[in-house]
């Protein structure tokens, strides 16, 4: 051994032996890489400073595109080692190609299969695939430290023959001294390289994800290839009929068949884009099944009723009314379950949780494919869900707000040219006098019509519960919420969640149009309290844990509280019957 070199250090390039099977330090890198890159990634995607907004992907998106790119790594890095460093004994030794404990995997396999992980999961989720690639090339330099480790400690891809004092010689370099170029790699691919990517996500690189030498593609904007399924669609329509109102994007963006939000995801809990009150806490579904089986002993208990429920969510609200119903005799025998869900993804969810009940459940689309019949009906934040349109008031006249296609190929908000015609006469009296350039928002009254007539000819009361205003008015209250963030509208279709403000007086309105009789609306919190929600509370936190009696306190005040973060005074109850009911329980004035 020449003289001033340092000897390879003795290492095992496996580190424990499992019968016929080496746990290999090179596979150890591989996981580790993943696993780091995957907590990195999460923490990357969390951070709105460095998008300047919501990101264009979810932490559940990326949690799925772990298994896709190390599928593409494993695959991509054993058929490139195959195909790029020994194809004649694979050829004549083919059953060796799947003994991966034997170790042999290419970097430049594996990083073609991630390539090929990152555009193909992007396209099938409608991701920009340069925000992805993005991602992945910040966690890259993670596996790449790990792995040029793994080649030193493997003895292997040492570099040409150097006299510098940190000179090695490796066991199957021959007697000269080598450069341990893994060394290098993993200071400067690694280290060095995720430090510049981080200081570059710093200085605003994932804003602005750049493609070509003078192409620029904001993220709220990717390229044409890049659009996800749904803003194609969009953009056609808009390029063949002009701009789109607002309804019709919302409509499309929420439940279009194949792309539309609710129709392709769960949206709802930690994992979600939001969290709806029978999430916080068990009391709300429970005060709502005791107000249910106080409305069908208001209606006489009959021997039959109808239990409907409109956007049931994961069935959770339902779970725990039925369950604390049963203190009512008579009132589950009597009552059959019907469920309006259009989301195949929310209606399988809703069928595991409701599965434990004792009763056959039906889903329907609408309320008109439910049986007639009495009924009593509960809405939980489903009036918000459904489209609105928008006008605003310029020149003296009312123009219907549109979506177009800026100058700059950006989706923005746009207005008819000319105004409606004789919207003013249909306007509430207090709107008709609002300052330009104010914005009036309704819904079509289809759905609230619906429910009115069928409580004026069958019989029955109807419980809606969602955030708005008591009487209307103007303002823009469309908003758009991802990752329990609030995002631009136009950024992502059929990826956010878009929401409006409920307008109280005008569903009232719709539904006594049709014989129906209307209560409230009245503030969520005073609602639960007449229906004894702190008296619930008192009851659950003397049989609990004193965490379990911190989370109980921390939910009740989530309810009925009318600070930041509550729900008490943004949320409204309202109650719709047949004329001849009363006043139904919790609305008593």
């Known amino acids: 051994m020449p003289l001033l070199v340092i000897p390879f250090p003795a290492f095992d390039p496996v580190l424990v032996h499992l019968g016929p099977f080496a746990i290999r330090w090179y596979a150890l890198a591989y996981i580790a890489g993943i696993l780091l890159g995957w907590l990195y990634a999460r923490a990357l995607i969390r951070s709105e400073k460095l998008w300047g907004g919501t990101a264009p992907l979810t932490m559940v998106d990326f949690d799925d595109f772990v298994l896709w790119v190390t599928l593409g790594i494993i695959l991509g890095g054993r058929i490139g ?45 409608g991701i920009p695939i340069l925000s992805l690639g993005d991602i992945t090339c910040a966690v890259g330099p993670i596996g790449i430290f790990l792995g040029r480790l793994a080649n030193f400690i493997n003895g292997e891809l ?20 080598r450069h341990p170029s893994q060394l290098y790699e993993a200071a400067l691919e690694g280290l060095l390289l995720f430090a510049v990517l981080a200081l570059l996500m710093r200085a605003g690189a994932l804003r602005e994800p750049v493609f070509g030498k003078d192409h620029v593609q904001k993220m709220d904007q990717p390229l044409m290839t890049e659009l996800s399924p749904l803003e194609i669609e969009i953009r056609r329509r808009i390029g063949a009929a002009g701009p789109m109102p607002v309804g019709e994007y919302m409509a499309l963006c929420l439940g279009d068949p194949q792309h539309g939000y609710y129709m392709t995801r ?46 049931p969510g994961r069935g959770t609200l339902m779970n725990d009314a039925l369950r604390a119903a049963q203190a009512m005799p008579g009132f589950r025998d009597a009552l059959t379950l ?19 009940l004792p009763l056959s459940v039906s889903w329907h689309a609408a309320l008109e494919e439910v049986p007639n019949g009495p009924a009593i009906v509960v809405a939980n934040e489903f009036f918000d869900a459904l489209p609105i349109n928008q006008a605003v008031k310029i020149d003296g006249g009312w123009h219907e707000r549109r979506i177009g296609i800026d100058a700059n190929n950006h989706l923005v908000f746009t207005r008819a040219r000319e105004p409606l015609p004789r919207f003013e006469q249909l306007l509430p009296p207090a709107v008709r006098e609002a300052p330009e350039p104010s914005i009036f928002e309704w819904r079509a009254d289809t759905a609230a019509m619906e429910l009115g007539r069928r409580l004026a000819n069958d019989g029955g009361v109807a419980l809606a519960i969602d955030y708005g205003h008591a009487e209307s008015a103007t303002g823009e209250t469309l908003q758009a919420v991802g990752q329990h963030a609030y995002a631009n509208a136009l950024a992502s279709p059929g990826g956010l969640d878009l929401t409006a403000h409920v307008d109280f007086q005008a569903l009232a309105r719709a539904v006594e149009a049709m014989g129906a009789k209307a209560f409230g609306p009245i503030e969520q919190a005073d609602f639960l309290r007449r229906l004894g929600i702190e008296t619930r509370a008192a009851s659950l936190k003397a049989k609990a844990t004193a965490r379990a009696a911190a989370d109980i306190d921390s939910a009740l005040a989530r309810l009925i509280g009318r600070g930041r973060g509550g729900m008490g005074a943004l949320f409204k109850a309202a109650a719709f019957t047949h004329p001849s009911l009363g006043v139904p329980p919790g609305f008593e004035r």
């Open 81 to 125: 080692y195959v195909l790029f460093y020994n194809l004649p004994h694979f050829a004549a030794h083919p059953l060796e190609i799947f003994q991966l404990w034997q170790g042999g995997m290419s970097f430049h396999g594996g990083f073609t299969g991630c390539v090929l992980a990152v555009i193909l999961f992007a396209r099938k989720r």
């Open 158 to 177: 040492w570099g040409r023959s150097a006299d510098v004092p940190w000179a090695m010689v490796f066991p199957g370099g021959g007697p000269l001294a």
């Open 338 to 356: 019907h469920l309006v869900e259009i989301s195949p993804v929310l209606r399988a969810q809703q069928e595991r949780t409701l599965a434990a």
């Open 266 to 311: 769960d949206p709802l809990g930690a994992r979600g884009d939001f969290i709806t009150a029978p999430e916080i806490s068990q009391m709300f579904g429970e005060l709502i099944g005791l107000w249910m089986a106080a409305a069908w002993k208001q209606m006489g208990a009959p021997d039959r009723i109808r239990i409907v429920e409109f956007g």
